[in-house]
């Protein structure tokens, strides 16, 4: 990945606001992109996750409430790209979070959900070291929450999370083909700085990702990045000095 290393090179594109509406709402499942509306691809998401719940789920736990899971997912949806917040999530239903935990954990084992790991380290205890959540697919995010590209339009802040959530996806396939694993991370410190998604390479290589789904770039968009390099620094020095 160019990320990495090699030599990437400066290109502009203009990429039209509602093409990227239109391919949040699409997703990525192959069966799905293979329905041409937007109808039946729905109609094929929906099938989808009713298979997954009343067939894989089942099979992976005896659960007693099992219509709590498409629900619980539907809220998952709508808080996709945010810091897991158990009590939030367990507050509509009449479950304890022991137990939406253990839906959380079921949906992951699934891939309808996605818990993204912070990036952090024992050496400092300013970072927060809570996981975000992510949808396992937008197509069916866009879904469970009824929204098309005109609903996207209206609502920046759950485009934004689904943006974020979108470019995740791409860039998980994108390191699927690379030779040498990477593993992916957020970073968020306690002050609220953070940066959406880290990609880590080894021990020595991190790339940072801040997803934007404003036309505009401001340098306060990069403070994050910024923070990051500085906890990366300090953390090699830290190491460097206990090794010597």
């Not at 099938?47 to 099979?59: F, G, H, I, M």
């Not at 897991?84 to 507050?91: I, K, P, Y």
């Not at 802040?157 to 699927?176: D, G, H, K, P």
């Not at 002050?191 to 934007?212: F, M, N, P, Y």
């Amino acid at each position: 990945m160019l990320l990495f290393g090699g030599n990437p090179q400066r290109f502009h594109r203009t990429a039209e606001t509602k093409c990227m509406h239109l391919r949040i709402i699409a997703g990525g499942y192959p069966a799905a992109l293979a329905r041409t509306s937007i109808r039946r691809r729905a109609v094929w998401y929906r099938d989808y996750v009713e298979t997954l719940v009343q067939r894989d789920v089942r099979d992976l736990a005896r659960i007693s409430s099992l219509e709590v899971l498409p629900r619980l997912l539907q809220l998952a949806a709508g808080q996709t790209a945010r810091l897991v917040d158990v009590a939030e999530m367990a507050g509509p239903f009449q479950v304890s979070r022991p137990t939406i935990r253990d839906y959380i954990t079921l949906l992951e084992r699934v891939f309808l959900l996605e818990s993204l790991p912070p990036w952090h380290s024992n050496r400092l205890s300013r970072l927060i070291k809570t996981p975000k959540l992510h949808l396992g697919d937008t197509g069916l995010a866009t879904t469970l929450l009824g929204l098309d590209a005109s609903a996207l339009v209206k609502d920046r802040a759950i485009l934004s999370q689904l943006l974020e959530t979108f470019v995740l996806q791409e860039l998980r396939r994108q390191a699927s083909w690379h030779e040498a694993p990477i593993s992916f991370h957020h970073f968020r410190n306690k002050d609220g700085v953070e940066v959406d998604i880290v990609l880590e390479r080894g021990a020595q290589e991190l790339a940072g990702i801040e997803v934007k789904s404003s036309a505009t770039v401001t340098a306060s968009d990069f403070r994050g990045l910024r923070k990051l390099k500085e906890t990366a620094t300090s953390i090699t020095r830290s190491r460097r000095s206990s090794s010597t």
